[in-house]
């Protein structure tokens, strides 16, 4: 296993991976239903349904090529909880994030989980975001470097107090200010090269998703 190394909170501006959900089709993956974002972005990023699929060992498959990339949003929402998954993404073009995320709308509700950096084709370094308010001006974010091409496990406790996310085991990210308390739900979504940075065709696979209240 890698060792994971932490740096402290700083506050800086994300971009957004905000891509819509297409109602009429769903997913069925780890016990829930999923729906594909389908959808262009303003940086003119596709999300297209045909670029996510589940292996036979129950394995999610999300794939980026060129400026189309793949996403899915769990239709379950839920006010605390853990959740955990185990995750990689091949070298290349384009950035992953997983999240849980509130209602569409204001004010602005997200804890990206595990979510990695524009440019950082390698994947060695791996990201922790609190968002809170209207749109994303306020955010803490916390930064994890290893090899991400390689299987790690992110997991986060959310409850009244705090929310807390782990690598491998290992805190690297806890907010005990701007705590939500009202439902969330899990989404998975890749971005292309437009907006994670260029290089060959890259695909995330995430697998072993635990959800609990």
Known sequence: MNRLLTSAAVAVSALALTATAHAGTLLTWSGQSWHFFQSTGKLGQVWSPAMVSVDSAGTLHERIHGNTAGGVGSTAYQTYGTWSAD????????????????????????????????????????????????????LSQHRIAGDFTQWHTVSVSWTAAHMTV?????????????ISHTPMHMTIQTAGANVGGPGADAELQVKHLHIGA
Do not use: C
Request: glycine content about 14%.
């Open 87 to 138: 995750f990689r993404i091949t070298p290349g073009a384009g950035k992953f994030v997983i999240l849980l995320a509130g209602h569409e709308g204001t004010p602005f509700n997200e804890l990206d989980i595990a979510e990695s950096s524009v440019g950082d084709s390698g994947r060695t370094q791996i990201t922790a975001t609190r968002h809170w308010g209207v749109g994303k001006a306020n």
């Open 166 to 178: 782990y690598m491998d085991g290992v805190r690297f990210a806890r907010y005990i200010t701007h």
